[in-house]
Nanobody, 126 residues
Framework: QVHLVESGGGSVQAGGSLRLSCAAS????????MGWFRQAPGKEREGVAV????????YYTDSVKGRFAISQDNAKNTVYLQMNSLKPEDTAMYYC???????????????????WGQGTQVTVSS
């Protein structure tokens, strides 16, 4: 079993920055891949960024490349999402998720992830 707790959300103006944190506990084998997803009202959940726990490899959705950075501190069992140059379209509930394995090019596919946090709200005003 894996437990995930997000923090760091808030309200910022466009161009601002936020850093989200995801504190993980439980079976480390079930969180080989840690990801951030987001869901805006009326929209489907979208994969934002993923990191491999062991290799450190990362993957981003195109809309956040160059603005967001995912990182991890394995000693603290924490994954971070640094979000810079925020835009109003980044407004959403952000969720942390964990998976044991992710297949092929499906790193950002939410159905690959078994464990989810409760979410943290990010609001960007223009």
């Amino acid at each position: 079993q894996v437990h995930l707790v997000e923090s760091g959300g808030g309200s910022v103006q466009a161009g601002g920055s936020l850093r989200l944190s995801c504190a993980a506990s439980g079976d480390t084998r079930s969180r080989n891949y840690m990801g951030w997803f987001r869901q805006a009202p009326g929209k489907e959940r979208e994969g934002v960024a993923v990191i491999s726990r062991y290799s450190g490899s990362t993957y981003y959705t195109d809309s956040v490349k160059g603005r967001f950075a995912i990182s991890q501190d394995n000693a603290k069992n924490t994954v971070y999402l640094q979000m810079n140059s925020l835009k109003p379209e980044d407004t959403a509930m952000y969720y942390c998720a964990a998976a044991r394995w992710v297949t092929g090019a499906a790193w950002l596919t939410s159905s690959q992830y078994n464990y989810w946090g409760q979410g943290t709200q990010v609001t960007v005003s223009s």
